[in-house]
Each structure stands twice: as structure tokens, then as C-alpha cells.
């Protein structure tokens, strides 16, 4: 399934009083690399691939963490993120979050493809099969 990798360092405003990341930074994080993978395997920005394939994006409706090692202002950490799964609109996440190449933060998501409703809202629609063979490849 595909992978990708980006660094993230850390800065003075990711991190609380006791100078450790906030805890919902690494969601952003973890979004953040979300989108890079995607736009890594589509081979273009999410800016254009929501327009390119008529969606209005990839809510989240699980996701979780462990948290085994805190990093802290100036730490360049690196997260992997992979696909676990593909469903019918669905798809499973992976991240690894790496410190000084040890292993701080596993995540896991669920995301799912969804376009707008008659009524304004989103509905899940099917993993169009040109993106069930980008996402599963590598
Ligand atoms: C996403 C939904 C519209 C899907 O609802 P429906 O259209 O009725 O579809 P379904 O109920 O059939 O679910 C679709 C699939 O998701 C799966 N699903 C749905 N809910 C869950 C939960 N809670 N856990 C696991 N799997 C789930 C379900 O099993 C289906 O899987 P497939 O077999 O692969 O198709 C609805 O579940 C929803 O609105 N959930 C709340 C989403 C939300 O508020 N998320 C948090 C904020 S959004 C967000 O963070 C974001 C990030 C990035 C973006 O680009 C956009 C938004």
C-alpha cells in the first residue's frame, strides 16, 4: 500500500508550559501528513485533487493515538504514514511519528471519500478505481 514520509520540526508555539508538544498539535500533524501522502500519490496539491476528482474531502470518523515519547521546540521529527486499507469509500491511515529515529507516536485514522448532498451536507461516495489502484500501490 502507498507510503510517504514528511519532517515536521517543532516550534515554540506547538509546545505547552512544561515545554512538550500539545497533544492536539500532533492531530494537526497527523492531517497535515494525511495530505501530503495523498497529494503525493495523486501527484498533485489538495488544493487540486479535491477539484480534480469532485469531492468535498476526507472527513475523519476514527482515529487515535499512542503516545510513547514527547518531543519538544526544535525537534525535527519524521512521520510515516501508510494506507492499511481500502473499503468502499473508507480508507484506513497508519502514521509513525519518529524521534531521533526511535518510535514516539503510533496514530491510527479513518477517512472516508465524500461529495456534497442535495441538502448541502456530505455523503460517502465510492473510491473511484483509479484512486483504490494510486492508494494501493508501492
Ligand atoms: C462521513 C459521513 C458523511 C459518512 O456517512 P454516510 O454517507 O452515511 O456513509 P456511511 O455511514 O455508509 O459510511 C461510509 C464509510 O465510512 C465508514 N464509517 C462511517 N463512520 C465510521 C466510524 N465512526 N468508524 C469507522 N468507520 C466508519 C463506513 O463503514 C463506510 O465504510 P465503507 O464500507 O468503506 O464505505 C458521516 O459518517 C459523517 O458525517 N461523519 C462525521 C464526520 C466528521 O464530522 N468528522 C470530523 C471533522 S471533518 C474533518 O476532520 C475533515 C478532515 C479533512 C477533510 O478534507 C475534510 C474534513
Redesign the pocket.
Known amino acids: 500500500m502507498f507510503t510517504h514520509t514528511i519532517k515536521v520540526e517543532i516550534q515554540f508555539g506547538d509546545c505547552d508550559p512544561a515545554g512538550i508538544v500539545y497533544y492536539p498539535n500532533y492531530f494537526r500533524f497527523f ?1 497535515n501528513a494525511t495530505a501530503a501522502m495523498l497529494s503525493a500519490a495523486f501527484a498533485m496539491h489538495k488544493r487540486n485533487w479535491l477539484d480534480h476528482y469532485g469531492i468535498a ?6 482515529t487515535g493515538a499512542r503516545f510513547i515519547k514527547p518531543s519538544s521546540f526544535g525537534d525535527v521529527v519524521e512521520i510515516s504514514s501508510e494506507i492499511t486499507e481500502l ?4 480508507f484506513g491511515v497508519k502514521h509513525s511519528l519518529l524521534r531521533d529515529g526511535d518510535l514516539a507516536i503510533e496514530a491510527h485514522e ?1 477517512r ?1 471519500w ?1 461529495v456534497r448532498d442535495d441538502n448541502g451536507g ?3 461516495a465510492a473510491l473511484p478505481d483509479e484512486v483504490r489502484k494510486l492508494l494501493g500501490a508501492q
Open positions: 492531517d474531502g476526507i472527513p475523519m470518523v476514527d473499503g468502499r469509500s473508507s479513518k472516508v465524500v456530505i455523503r460517502s
